[in-house]
């Protein structure tokens, strides 16, 4: 036996580590991208999805959503590819005009509020297949939350959206998601300004309250100026002689 074989395995073995743990080629085989639950923990929750040619719905994984907690929060999405045998099938429900479905649990998107959570259902959409693949897998998927960050509502939209017919004949561009992930909470309507319109009334009380002589009438304000327009006019019509009067003879 060569006594340098043992060295030169030992090296071999260590090349080999290297490149499973850094360039992750060694993945027990699952392509990279590939969704593993234990990568998740307690805070993913999964995205489905259906295609069957008599639109009956089958779901099955299609990726997992995960729940980034701290000062950044938010959602992420990571998604499988798809296989051989799912790309055609999709390719054939798009030839009979049917649809490509998803759907997400109910759950709450409060990463504090996942130890005691409860899946409450399932949220759908859907889109027609032809539209996923002529649009090689591009979409637009929207959750929809209200105040409290539970789910109330998942949509989805291809890009682009309307199917013109165009034939796909490669299948690797049906392999890869181009997901786009958005996350719409409620916004609060502008209300009413009532307590504008109270402050600003209490603002004229108080100063119509520090000027009294501006609630007065005009004729309060003005009375002597009216009344001694009158005795002038008084004094000057009893101060003329009467019409007609003739002179007195001696």
């Not at 649990?105 to 959409?125: E, F, K």
């Not at 789910?151 to 890009?159: A, E």
């Amino acid at each position: 036996m060569n006594p340098l074989l043992s060295p030169i395995k030992l090296f071999v073995y260590f090349i080999i580590s290297f490149a499973c743990n850094e360039i992750a080629w060694c993945n027990n085989g699952r392509k990279i991208g590939d969704v593993q639950d234990a990568e998740f923990g307690d805070f993913s929750f999964p995205l489905e999805h259906s295609f069957e040619v008599d639109d009956v719905g089958r779901f099955r994984g299609r990726g997992a959503l995960q729940l980034k907690a701290g000062k950044d929060p938010g959602v992420t999405l990571s998604q499988n590819q798809l296989s051989q045998d799912d790309r055609i099938k999709l390719k054939d429900v798009a030839a009979v005009d049917g649809l490509y479905r998803i759907r997400v649990p109910r759950v709450s998107l409060q990463a504090d509020r996942q130890n005691d959570r409860q899946i409450d259902g399932y949220l759908t959409a859907f889109v027609r297949a032809c539209a996923m693949v002529e649009s090689h897998l591009s979409d637009v998927i929207t959750l929809h939350t209200d105040v409290s960050g539970t789910l109330i509502g998942v949509s989805i939209v291809t890009l682009p959206g309307a199917c013109r017919g165009t034939e796909v004949e490669d299948d690797v561009d049906l392999e890869v998601f181009n997901t786009t992930l958005a996350v719409m909470a409620p916004v609060n309507a502008p209300g009413p300004e009532t307590a504008l319109f109270l402050e600003r009334m209490e603002q004229e009380s108080e100063k119509k309250g520090k000027n009294p002589q501006e609630q007065k009438s005009f004729f309060a304000k003005y009375w002597y100026l009216i009344l001694g327009g009158a005795i002038f006019l008084m004094a000057s019509n009893s101060a003329q002689p009467p019409a007609g009067g003739g002179r007195e003879q001696s």
